[in-house]
């Protein structure tokens, strides 16, 4: 199996998840930050994995402009990972994107952060067992 991970951080809860998921996974695994992954150009992989918080009561607009974007990926795999501070996921919003492009969400991780998310710290407890059980998933 192979897997490419695109995700943004901003507070490093993100980045948090993605290491230990790229450390969980066997296969091939390539990490891209938002900035580094084009949506026009992806790495050949088995299954994406998107992340990425919520700001401003909506998916993360670089994230959500990225999946609108997207060329390549009709009928592959995807799993999806969201962080919020509010009670309201956005996997609905990135499954929505990720569909259009012909996508197939296979899991879905939603974390909601509480508080010294602003240091990288709000991730709740037992978040590492739930991020195991996501990477038995894909």
């Known amino acids: 199996m192979s897997y490419a991970i695109v995700y943004y951080s901003h507070f490093g809860n993100g980045k948090k998840i993605v290491e ?18 084009s949506p026009k150009a992806m790495p050949p992989a088995d299954t994406y994995v998107f992340s990425a918080p919520a700001e401003a009561f909506s998916l993360h607009r670089g994230m959500k402009r990225f999946l609108k974007d997207l060329e390549g990926t009709n009928g592959r795999k995807c799993a999806l990972v969201n962080t919020h501070a509010s009670r309201k996921s956005r996997i609905p919003k990135m499954e ?11 899991a ?11 240091n990288g710290n709000g991730l709740p407890e037992g978040w590492e067992k739930k991020l195991d059980e996501f990477a038995g998933k894909i």
């Open 108 to 118: 879905e991780l939603d974390y909601q952060v509480t508080g010294d998310y602003r």
């Open 20 to 37: 230990r998921l790229a450390a969980q996974l066997k296969g091939e695994v390539k990490v891209l930050t938002l900035s580094e992954a």
């Open 96 to 106: 929505e994107l990720a569909a259009k492009k012909g996508m197939q969400k296979v």
